[in-house]
């Protein structure tokens, strides 16, 4: 089970960090990431880390600005996103899987959470 929490509005320029907490994964290590979905859009994966080693892999819309980083003993896992634009506007939503070597892409990804609204005004 994956919950998101930490959406919001922010101004273009601004920053907003999300939280994802798993349950029920009793992997050493696995791959958890975080993709999103604008209106009329497709959903783009944007981040994952391979949770046991901590390499991780971003969109290049997104790299050097957002960080995904994790909590291994907690099982949380983090989005922070700075310099929010309001291309970035959308559902963002947790995503997990075994992992297989090295993670695949998110959007592959076969667990999900719910979502959370992210929405950047300019």
């Known amino acids: 089970q994956l919950v998101e929490s930490g959406g919001g509005s922010v101004q273009a320029g601004g920053s907003l960090r999300l939280s994802c907490a798993a349950s029920?994964?009793?992997?050493?290590?696995?791959?958890m990431g975080w993709f999103r979905q604008a209106p009329d859009s497709q959903r783009e994966g944007v981040a994952r880390?391979?949770?046991?080693?901590?390499?991780?892999y971003y969109a290049d819309s997104v790299k050097g600005r957002f960080i995904i980083t994790r909590d291994k003993a907690r099982d949380l896992v983090y989005l922070q996103m700075n310099g929010l634009q309001p291309e970035d506007t959308g559902v963002y939503y947790c995503?997990?899987?075994?992992?297989?070597?090295?993670?695949?892409?998110?959007?592959?990804?076969?667990?999900r959470g719910q979502g959370t609204q992210v929405t950047v005004s300019s």
């Open positions: 995503a997990a899987d075994q992992l297989y070597g090295t993670c695949r892409d998110v959007l592959e990804f076969p667990a």
């Open positions: 029920g994964y009793t992997y050493s290590s696995y791959c």
């Open positions: 880390i391979a949770t046991g080693s901590g390499n991780t």
